[in-house]
Every structure is written in C-alpha cells, then in structure tokens.
C-alpha cells in the first residue's frame, strides 16, 4: 500500500511538473495576432514597468504638440513571479542568463480594456547569448493594462518634458515547433 501511494505521489508529482513548463495559452486573440502554424507557445512572461513618452513638437502640424513614445522599461518575471529579465528599448527582451532578443511589430490590434496600450504581435531575433530566450521567434503582448500616453499636459513649455506611465502585459514567447 504504502509502495503504491509513492508511485502515485511520484505520477501526479510528474504530471504537475510537465504542466508547469507547457504553459497554455489563456487568452483569445484576433486573428491578425494568431502567431504562424509552425509556432507554439514556449512560455508566458508577466512584465510589470512603464512606458515611457516625451513631450514634443508635431513634425506635420506647426504649433502643435504631442507625447511621443520613447521605450518599455520593464521587469519581466516567470509565472511564479520571480524575476527573469528585463524589456526596454528597441524593443528588447533580456533574460537574466544573458539571452536577448529583438522584437520588429508584424500587427497591432486595440487592446480590450480602455486606456491600455495595444496588443501586438512581433517577430523576433536573438541578438546576445545562448539561453532561454535565444530560440524565441515571435512575441504576443496580450492582457495589457495601462501605458497610454497622457491625454494632456503637453505643450510649448513642457517640450522635452518625460511621462513614465505604469504598465503592464503578459508577453507570450514563441518558438518554432
């Protein structure tokens, strides 16, 4: 008996394991987000940051002013909350083994919720080491909340003026089946 509840525990201990690292999408995107066939879900990485805007003058509109945006700075963490990595400009994704990655917008959709920044979809390129990041080929953004560039407070006088505006996102790495 007792032989049977270990080789039980050890089953369930296993599947619970495998589970845990084959996370499953929880979300419905349209279709122009839907990564190609070819790729499945890798990991989800949970960001928590800013985005971050710079008071300017409109290059197409004389006397106008606008926020423009600058770059992500955010921590990226794993399911579990700790801490992995870190996104910012360019955009980059660089986990904390020295793996980074380069992201180049492929589509854009509103988010659901009101004053949230888009969802997205990215293709992807290793630019630094081997490691968990570097056979990455696309990126969801997905479950945004907040980010928006302020609605006011830009104008001649506040030209050069930052806004660091929280946010955060679950970015859904991909790689090649």
């Not at 290059?59 to 955010?74: S, T």
């Not at 997905?142 to 980010?147: E, F, K, R, S």
Request: hydrophobic residues 35%; proline residues 7%; positive net charge.
């Amino acid at each position: 008996m007792y032989r049977k509840f270990i080789v039980s525990s050890l089953t369930l201990l296993v599947a619970a394991c495998a589970s845990l690292q084959r996370p499953t999408p929880t979300v419905n995107v349209p279709d122009k987000l839907k990564p190609p066939a070819n790729e499945s879900l890798a990991m989800i990485v949970p960001a928590k940051g800013v985005q971050i805007y710079e008071c300017r003058a409109k290059k197409d509109q004389a006397g106008a002013y606008e926020w423009a945006f600058v770059a992500p700075e955010a921590d990226l963490f794993d399911t579990s909350g700790r801490k992995i990595g870190r996104h910012y400009a360019g955009p980059h994704w660089e986990s904390t083994d020295g793996s980074k990655i380069a992201g180049t917008v492929k589509a854009s959709t509103d988010a659901p919720q009101a004053d949230a920044i888009p969802w997205l979809l990215l293709v992807t390129k290793s630019v630094g080491s081997q490691g968990s990041f570097s056979k990455i080929t696309s990126i969801q953004r997905v479950n945004t909340a907040g980010g928006v560039a302020p609605k006011t407070g830009c104008a001649q006088s506040t030209v050069g003026t930052t806004a660091r505006i929280p946010y955060t996102a679950d970015y859904y790495l991909l790689t090649e089946k």
